[in-house]
């Protein structure tokens, strides 16, 4: 089992940039596909960033290729997510996500998910 925690969230202009990190307890980091998805007001939540357990393969939702870049440090158990060139319709809730099994993509379903950070570019 894995419990997820997102931070660095927060309200930036448009075409400013922020840095999302998800902190994963438990020894098994490594073991885990891990992503990220949002979900903005009235929307439904989407695939935004996915990687490989080995960091090795990484994937993106079209909407955000070129701007923003997945990462991760399985020594820290941590998650990245860098978010470049912000758009207004990126405002959305960012959640973290892993899953032991499933490669991240669009049809994505992971097993474990973070409570979420708020995310908000003002125009």
């Known amino acids: 089992q894995v419990q997820l925690v997102e931070s660095g969230g927060g309200l930036v202009q448009a075409g400013g940039s922020l840095r999302l990190s998800c902190a994963a307890s438990?020894?098994?980091?490594?073991?885990?596909?891990m992503g990220w998805f949002r979900q903005a007001p009235g929307k439904e939540r989407e695939f935004v960033a996915g990687?490989?357990?080995?960091?090795?393969?990484?994937y993106y939702a079209d909407s955000v290729k070129g701007r923003f870049t997945i990462s991760r440090d399985n020594a820290k158990n941590t998650v990245y997510l860098q978010m470049n060139s912000l758009k207004p319709e990126d405002t959305a809730v960012y959640y973290c996500?892993?899953?032991?099994?499933?490669?991240?993509?669009?049809?994505?379903?992971?097993?474990?998910w973070g409570q979420g950070t708020q995310v908000t570019v003002s125009s």
């Open positions: 996500a892993a899953d032991p099994r499933e490669t991240p993509g669009s049809s994505w379903s992971p097993y474990y």
């Open positions: 990687i490989s357990r080995s960091g090795l393969s990484t």
């Open positions: 438990g020894r098994t980091f490594s073991s885990y596909n």
